[in-house]
């Protein structure tokens, strides 16, 4: 899992990112501990269903807006979409939509990058434009900058070959939606293997991690953990539903379902993705990441999943605990016996 950062960027994204560089410095002195072949074959693999996917399914991994029309064809009944509007802002255009085209949009819209990570652009005409935690006072100058300064980060790919089709990037304008949470559902083999959960409401961008189970996962990604401590979604277990279904319909080994939810429980669909953990850190402990990586290859059953992950549950010496007293439970003046109070971790089993 952790390997596929080093090919995740192209080659002109690897020269410039000193995280990524640094880790590619660190897996050359890992070579020999790892098995190439079984490495490489494993890359060729995925890049080859990636190729089909895209030709097959007219979408490819990380473009969000062809996303949302492969995801409203196809899961319009199960999944909301934040509607795009017909708008594509580019070097070429950016001068001709501020001028023509901002006036025609509502009050409140937001602004993303069409394929890679990015933060997204959120405008207010009213008031102001939030990017990159910052606030700025809204004026189209302002926004001119802004827009700017994003299409200048990974817009021309400086392929090897000068020749080549440049890919370049664009920007897209949808809807406004006021977010309550972001669930990521990492799915391997089509089965979501663990929720990588953000309260965006709260204005911290750190997360928490838990289990399929909503169990949670001793476990520190990209971002430290949030303080609070958060009880499942009444729908929860319908939200994962959905993730597996779309996973199991794009029927890649890794994907990764990205929605948030609105305060009143609404599920939109965000974007998919091939890219664990955004390229940038490992998981840690690292032993997590090896177990996600023998997932994968197979090594390990998925089907033994709970299993693999009772170790990193942060709670997980709860399953050591012994009651050696019967402790009486009344319900309606009748005495029932409980003679192994703390039962397993996972305490959803009637939830679903």
């Not at 000068?162 to 949808?174: Q, R, V």
């Not at 972001?182 to 391997?188: A, D, L, R, W």
């Not at 402990?285 to 693999?308: A, Q």
Request: with cysteine; hydrophobic share 30%.
């Amino acid at each position: 899992m952790r390997e596929s950062r080093i090919y995740g960027h192209n080659k002109g994204h690897l020269e410039s990112c000193s995280k990524c560089k640094e880790y590619k410095a660190e897996f050359e002195t890992k070579k020999d501990t790892i098995d190439m072949e079984k490495f490489n074959v494993m890359v060729q693999y995925e890049k080859g269903k990636i190729k089909a996917y895209k030709d097959e399914s007219d979408i490819f991994l990380g473009y969000k807006l062809q996303s949302k029309y492969y995801i409203n064809k196809h899961f319009s009944d199960d999944i909301h979409i934040a509607v795009p509007f017909n708008i594509l802002i580019n070097k070429e255009n950016l001068t001709k939509v501020l001028l023509e085209k901002i006036d025609s949009l509502p009050n409140k819209f937001v602004i993303k990058k069409n394929k890679l990570s990015g933060y997204t652009i959120v405008v207010d005409k009213l008031g102001e434009i939030l990017y990159r935690g910052e606030r700025y006072k809204y004026s189209t100058a302002n926004l001119y900058e802004i827009l700017t300064t994003v299409l200048r980060y990974d817009y021309d790919k400086n392929p090897e070959n000068a020749s080549e089709n440049i890919d370049k990037m664009d920007l897209f304008i949808e809807e406004h939606i006021d977010v309550e949470e972001e669930y990521k559902f990492h799915c391997i083999h089509g089965k979501v293997v663990m929720i990588e959960h953000y309260l965006t409401r709260t204005g911290l961008y750190n997360n928490k991690w838990y289990t399929r189970n909503w169990q949670e996962l001793n476990l520190i990604g990209r971002d430290d953990p949030y303080p609070y401590v958060v009880y499942p979604n009444k729908n929860y277990y319908k939200y994962l539903k959905i993730a597996e279904k779309i996973a199991s319909h794009v029927n890649l080994d890794y994907i990764r379902i990205d929605t948030y939810t609105t305060i009143d429980g609404t599920l939109f669909f965000g974007e998919i993705s091939h890219s664990p953990n955004a390229f940038h850190n490992n998981y840690s402990p690292s032993k997590f990441d090896e177990l996600l990586y023998n997932l994968y290859t197979k090594d390990e059953s998925i089907d033994n999943l709970d299993t693999l992950m009772n170790e990193f549950l942060l709670f997980n010496k709860i399953h050591d605990l012994q009651v050696k007293e019967p402790i009486v439970n009344v319900d309606n003046n009748n005495a029932v016996e409980n003679n192994n109070a703390v039962e397993n971790n996972n305490a959803l089993g009637d939830f679903m």
